[in-house]
């Protein structure tokens, strides 16, 4: 027993499923404890995500989110419980993420991303985990990753669909190659609704993939858009191309 | 004409533009991204990008929410 009482887990027996995986070796875990890993956003998806990164053995992550737990949130957001009600969702998340995984540093910032902050917030970021609802700070993310930030796990639920795409530092193929600026896209699940599981499978996917790409192992979603409809049950992977007149990282002005 | 429209073809009246396919279809999305043969659109496009008889067409809406 640890001086808390509670059970000492050692480090590698909470890795050991993960070592077994026949791609990932023993020496590749240093990536894991030495990753910083940004949650831009603590809603569904970042409840999804950031426990299976917690998990792995990711050693640090910064969680970042200017709001406080609604009783709204509870039916998705599975880190917050009844009493978290009205606490700032960092705080909560933090407590149960430390619970969950007691050597894991964690940094807080109850701020929202800006267009001015995102060098100071998610500088040093390994990898970045979008868990934003709101598309004008998507673009503020996109063209972050596309100056070199860090690769970002972009993922969106709303309704019974959700999707998720890797832009890596540089961008080419970027979020706005497909789609453009996506700030007047649609996003409020308090108009369309959200199936509570969906933020689970789109945050999964996501911490799936920030995991990947730490560790150097399969084939990271970049340059392709994973599309799932729980409505229909349907899944499919759309191929997104480099755009040349791209207005964020193609075109003339290119890097 | 006939198009395939998100993997499956499909016969539509004739179509002169993407945008002509996109009202026809009725998506009015914000962020809508369209590959025509694999290659992008661009939003600005739509309404001048020719369509073509056997044409192939992804059409992706951005999912916002989180």
Known sequence: ?255 | MELKVNGSWRETPELPTVGALLTHLGVTHQAVGVLQNGQVVAREAFDREPLHDRDELEIVRFVGGG
């Open chain 1, 1 to 255: 027993m640890s001086d808390s009482g509670f059970p000492v887990v050692r480090d590698v027996d909470r890795v050991r499923r993960l070592v077994a995986l026949p791609d990932v070796r023993p020496a590749m875990l240093d990536k894991l404890a030495g990753a910083t890993v940004a949650m831009v956003g603590m809603g569904g998806l970042g409840c999804a995500s950031a426990p299976y990164l917690a998990a792995a053995g990711v050693g640090r992550l910064v969680l970042i989110d200017p709001g406080r737990v609604a009783p709204t949130d509870l039916g998705r957001q599975i880190l917050y419980g009844a009493a978290d009600v009205g606490a700032l969702k960092v705080d909560a998340a933090a407590a149960r993420l430390r619970a969950q995984s007691p050597g894991l540093s964690i940094v807080r910032h109850a701020v929202a991303l800006g267009v001015d902050s995102a060098d100071t917030l998610l500088g040093g970021a390994t990898v970045v985990v979008d868990g934003l609802d709101d598309g004008r700070m998507r673009d503020v993310l996109n063209a972050w990753a596309v100056r070199g930030g860090a690769p970002v796990v972009f993922g969106g639920a709303l309704g019974y669909e959700g999707q998720v795409t890797v832009v890596p530092p540089g961008g080419r193929p970027c979020l706005a190659c497909l789609f453009g600026s996506v700030a007047d896209a649609p996003a409020e699940c308090s108009v369309a609704g959200v199936l509570g599981p969906l933020v689970g499978v789109v945050g999964s996917l996501q911490a799936g993939e920030a995991l990947k790409w730490i560790l150097g192992v399969g084939q990271a979603l970049t340059g392709r858009l994973w599309l799932v409809d729980l409505f229909t049950g349907a899944a499919r992977v759309v191929p997104v191309p480099v755009r040349a007149t791209c207005p964020v990282c193609g075109g003339a002005e290119a890097i």
